[in-house]
């Protein structure tokens, strides 16, 4: 073992080695035995392609090189494409038309435009085989001065295609689910200044000769938040309600809602994007499901007569994208030490087949740390969590009595959390000597409802406060050197980023990743989506309201005395370029250290190779040289 200063290491695990052969796996179809699922892939400039695997182990690329399959419905998309009976449904996102593909034709690769107009976009794709239509989330920009509609509408798969509103006249529409005889439809929807876990109602209407009638709600409302609504072949309708302050599965069947199993525990997820599912049915009486308990997902199986629950031993720690037919049990499954991956369980047996992983890179195990959940005090006698990360490299031997730099990593949202699943970009970090600390701050979700709601008028002052007593803790237990502790998160986590770097001084340098600088920019300019967020967050009425202001670190750059570095995508429509151009200016006039990086055609979060890793080795770099190391060659 050699000697050498923390952050200083050399390391197997470089920017190269992540964006190489990384791809992002998610989206997962089942139609028959074949299993699809989506793949952005870096090194295709983000490119969406739907990959198929079929019965005899064939993997194969189905969408054709001119194509990328995503939708920006709500800007952050989900649930695209749709594959029933080997036909493929999906959103190409250069134009947000439809298309089909025809997986049994004499020419499996060619695709026929199933919508034409541009300004409409479309998710959630359901087909409804009684009647020869696809259901889905239409969203129409008919302008730049329009704010977007949202609607269930129908459209034909019979030319030329007509298309129908079923369902108008609330802000928000999610999850249009038909049940298995098409007499019935239930959906999701929600109306400003509510986010979908906030407040959704479940609604149900009867379907006749194509039309909707007699809506009805029922589960839902402006404090409960309704999850994945799904039909079983008996015709009960299954879904995750948080009315008990956790979300838990409820069932509706002859007229009534009742519990189907009751934990202290999260079966669900904030729906950032469409499509996202815990649970899914295994035969009539069986639920196969996935839950979160301290930030760790567990899986498990509820029989729905007797109400027993048995727990499946499995290796993973995060699971996502639950589906199945018959006894196979397919999803996105990862652990502290397994990348992501897509995996085929078999209930029967247990026993399980990896269909593709998200980077084959091969790190030895002396370059991984293992993360340690904490739980550690903060403001008001309140108690947050995260996972800490010892710096770990095999190789490598710190100097006598020298802390190790500590980066605190805030998560965007802020109404999400903190993954422990093993992240080569964290072990970037942590096998070159640095620790890290990722901050389930209040406001993150899988705590409860009680703990989401922390964060309830308070965002800028509790996320804050927990990210540095984070940071605090650790130094305190002598895990950190107290003069070297950076921030760094992206979106919501850039502005928590800038918020602690502006009005407090534990942290000595920072990273924005296409941060909020201006609350009050950001109430007027966001999308539709979060247009009302702040709402919540912050305070009703951003005009009026000082609050704004005051949490704003635009207007406070007289407080600022660290270098930061900023991220930023030029096409962002979620947070605009302006929100790190006016900082950026601010700290230049003040002749504080700053850099600015940008990439002109990426959006919300970074997908080309080029990009992230320039992104990760510029802030590296950037700490290097405030605090002092060498990097190594």
Same mark, same amino acid.
Not at 3 to 6: I, K, V
Not at 513 to 517: A, R
Not at 541 to 556: A, G, K, N
């Given at each position: 073992?050699q000697?050498?200063?923390?952050g ?6 470089t ?98 435009q ?104 029922i ?27 956790? +979300? /838990? %599965? ?7 809602? =009742?519990?189907?199993? @009751?934990?202290? *525990?999260?079966?669900? !997820? ?47 720690t995060?699971?996502?994208?639950v589906?199945?037919? +018959? /006894? %196979? ?5 990862a652990?502290? =030490?397994?990348?992501? @991956?897509?995996? *085929?369980i078999?209930? !029967? ?57 500590? %980066? ?62 984070a ?38 340098a920072?990273?924005s ?5 201006d ?21 009703p ?16 750059t ?27 200016d ?48």
């Open positions: 073992m000697l050498a200063p923390f200083s290491w050399k390391s197997p695990i920017a190269d080695s992540i964006v190489a052969d990384s791809i992002g796996l998610s989206s997962i179809v089942l139609d028959g035995t074949d299993v699809y699922w989506l793949e952005s892939r870096p090194q295709e400039a983000g490119r969406s392609v739907i990959v198929r695997r079929n019965a005899n182990g064939q993997i194969e690329d189905i969408t054709p090189p001119d194509y990328n399959v995503r939708n920006r419905v709500h800007e952050y998309g989900g649930a695209a494409y749709t594959v029933v009976d080997g036909r493929v449904y999906f959103s190409n996102n250069s134009d947000n038309c439809l298309y089909i593909q025809d997986l049994r034709s004499a020419d499996p690769k060619q695709v026929s199933l919508t034409h107009d541009r300004t409409k976009r479309y998710a959630d794709l359901t087909i409804d085989p009684h009647l020869n239509r696809l259901i889905c989330v239409q969203q129409e920009h008919d302008s730049a001065d329009f704010d977007p509609l949202n609607t269930i509408v129908s459209i034909s798969l019979t030319p030329p295609h007509s298309v129908s509103t079923l369902v108008c006249g609330c802000d928000f529409y999610a999850a249009p689910r038909l049940s298995p005889d098409g007499t019935k439809l239930a959906w999701l929807s929600w109306n400003h200044p509510n986010l979908p876990w906030d407040g959704t109602n479940l609604q149900m209407a009867t379907v006749s000769n194509g039309y909707i009638s007699a809506p009805n709600s589960a839902g409302g402006a404090n409960e938040t309704i999850f994945q609504p799904q039909w079983s072949s008996d015709d009960t309708l299954y879904f995750v309600s948080d009315r008990t302050g956790w +979300g /838990n %599965l409820y069932a509706w069947r002859d007229g009534k809602v =009742t519990p189907v199993y @009751e934990l202290a *525990a999260e079966f669900s !997820l904030p729906q950032w994007v469409f499509g996202m599912s815990t649970y899914a049915l295994v035969g009539k009486h069986r639920i196969v499901c996935t839950y979160s308990q301290n930030g760790v997902w567990h899986l498990g199986i509820i029989n729905t007569l007797s109400g027993h629950f048995t727990p499946l031993s499995v290796p993973y995060d699971i996502a994208s589906r199945t037919v +018959g /006894n %196979l049990l397919v999803c996105c499954a652990s502290t =030490t397994q990348i992501n @991956e897509i995996i *085929a078999d209930l !029967l047996t247990e026993s399980r087949e990896v269909l593709q992983r998200s980077n084959r890179v091969k790190i030895a195990p002396g370059y991984l740390s293992i993360p340690q959940s904490i739980e550690f005090p903060t403001t008001d006698g309140q108690t947050a969590y995260a996972f800490y990360y010892p710096p770990t490299n095999q190789d490598y031997q710190p100097l006598l009595g020298e802390k190790p730099p500590l %980066l605190v990593k805030s998560h965007g949202g802020p109404t999400a959390a903190a993954s422990n699943q093993l992240n080569l970009k964290t072990q970037y970090w942590t096998s070159r000597g640095f620790a890290v600390v990722d901050v389930n701050y209040g406001g993150s979700t899988g705590y409860g409802k009680a703990y989401q709601h922390r964060l309830d008028g308070q965002w800028g002052i509790v996320d804050v406060d927990d990210c540095t007593n940071a605090l803790y650790l130094v305190k237990q002598g895990w950190a050197d107290g003069d070297r502790l950076a921030i760094s998160g992206g979106s919501a986590g850039g502005y928590t980023t800038l918020a602690a770097l502006t009005f407090g001084d534990t942290f000595k920072g990273a990743y296409y941060g909020v600088s609350l009050i920019a950001l109430a007027k300019d966001t999308h539709k989506f979060e247009s009302r967020y702040l709402d919540r967050l912050v305070a009425d951003p005009d009026t309201s000082p609050i704004y202001r005051d949490r704003s670190p635009l207007y406070f007289q407080q600022l005395s660290c270098p930061i570095i900023f991220f930023q995508g030029l096409e962002d429509k979620v947070v605009p370029p302006n929100q790190a151009e006016m900082m950026v601010a700290l230049k006039a003040k002749g504080i250290t700053v850099e600015y990086v940008t990439f002109a055609d990426e959006q919300h979060g970074f997908r080309q190779a080029a990009n992230i890793k320039r992104a990760l080795t510029d802030e590296f770099a950037f700490y290097a040289r405030i605090f002092g190391f060498q990097p190594a060659a």
